[in-house]
């Protein structure tokens, strides 16, 4: 039973690409949640989606960022024009519902150069 | 979200047991404690969670106060592995969003204590 899978476990970008990031839930988890960690920095929460549907977009910075999780196939989250404030961790939780445990990926390391 | 309080870090030689406090005297009836911690280079890991009895897992054990206004998270005998960032997190088991948007159950971390294990 493979736990989260996020990929690519590193990722480097130049000023103004975009940035995909891909996270599969657990077997049996519908609902994602993703987390970004500046460095030195805790985590902070950006998004909380159930397929197909976005549940809570408080955490998610108000332009260039956005994520789905289609009915087939891993959740993304995507930052177009990336800049240096971009580079962090990414991490994707998956979970079966609000009243259970989370488990994490080990994340995405986004530069961006 | 109800606010927890820990120590920023705390040290401990290993095979020794530790206690790690958390102060979170604005829990509500809804409010399950949960802990994470987060290994170097890692994503957080469940520890243990409780909401009003002490529980024991193969990894700790949580001790919830009467009140429910703190709690500890012990580890009895520490390892080098056990050298982690621990969160304490207060967790709605509501589901839903509020007026705003904002969902019940999502976890908010915050600092943590910084475990360090001497060997």
């Known amino acids: 039973n493979a736990g989260v899978m996020q990929n690519p476990r590193h990722l480097v970008r130049r000023r103004g690409q975009e940035a995909r990031l891909r996270c599969s839930p657990m077997k049996g988890h519908s609902h994602v949640y993703w987390y970004r960690q500046l460095p030195e920095e805790g985590l902070k929460f950006m998004v909380y989606?159930?397929?197909?549907?976005?549940?809570?977009e408080s955490g998610m910075p108000k332009e260039r960022f956005s994520a789905e999780f289609p009915k087939e196939g891993p959740s993304i989250l995507r930052i177009q024009q990336v800049v240096r404030g971009d580079s962090a961790a990414y991490f994707c939780a998956s979970s079966r519902g609000p009243g259970y445990g989370y488990t994490f990926g080990s994340g995405t390391r986004l530069t961006v150069v | 979200d109800a606010k927890t309080t820990q120590p920023n870090s705390m040290e401990s030689n290993e095979e020794e047991p530790v206690h790690l406090p958390c102060n979170h005297s604005t829990i509500s009836g809804t409010d399950y404690i949960h802990w994470y911690r987060q290994l170097p280079s890692q994503g957080p890991e469940y520890v243990i969670h409780g909401l009003t009895s002490n529980v024991n897992n193969r990894m700790a054990s949580l001790a919830i106060a009467e009140d429910r206004k703190s709690s500890t998270l012990i580890l009895h005998r520490a390892t080098l592995r056990d050298a982690a960032v621990y969160y304490c997190?207060?967790?709605?088991?509501?589901?839903?969003?509020?007026?705003?948007?904002?969902?019940?159950?999502?976890?908010?971390f915050g600092q943590g204590t910084i475990l360090t294990v001497h060997p």
């Open positions: 989606l159930q397929k197909e549907n976005i549940i809570d």
């Open positions: 997190i207060l967790r709605s088991n509501r589901g839903g969003t509020n007026a705003g948007g904002t969902s019940y159950g999502k976890l908010t």
